[in-house]
Nanobody, 128 residues
Framework: QLQLVESGGGLVQPGGSLRLSCAASGFSLDRYAIAWFRQVPGKEREGISCISRRGATTVYAESVKGRFTISRDNGVFLQMNSLKPEDTAVYHC????????????????????????WGQGTQVTVSS
């Protein structure tokens, strides 16, 4: 079964940092552009960052630009700095099934429908 597994979430104070990790079970992450999404109950899943298959392209949502950094090296990671209470959410990693991300070394921060494999998510809570 093809599955992604997230880890690294937790409770952190405002201004703090966390590093999320995404690993694959049953397939190689190297074949896919990967994105991080987050979701708050009652709201749509929000794409916040993606990275291309070889790591040459990264994209960030305005809400996290300058604070979060996505990277990949035997896994995909999301370094989250200067965390704010509004960053509280369940964070999911997902693998792109958009063919444009396999033809070119690119990623597209599009909606959840363009991502075919998902993890269960890891909770991030930013609170004092």
């Amino acid at each position: 079964q093809l599955q992604l597994v997230e880890s690294g979430g937790g409770l952190v104070q405002p201004g703090g940092s966390l590093r999320l990790s995404c690993a694959a079970s049953g397939f190689s992450l190297d074949r896919y552009a990967i994105a991080w999404f987050r979701q708050v109950p009652g709201k749509e899943r929000e794409g916040i960052s993606c990275i291309s298959r070889r790591g040459a392209t990264t994209v960030y949502a305005e809400s996290v630009k300058g604070r979060f950094t996505i990277s990949r090296d035997n896994g995909v990671f999301l370094q989250m700095n200067s965390l704010k209470p509004e960053d509280t959410a369940v964070y999911h990693c997902a693998a792109s099934i958009d063919p444009r991300t396999t033809v070119q070394d690119t990623c597209l921060l599009t909606g959840p429908d363009d991502y075919g494999y998902w993890g269960q998510g890891t909770q991030v809570t930013v609170s004092s």
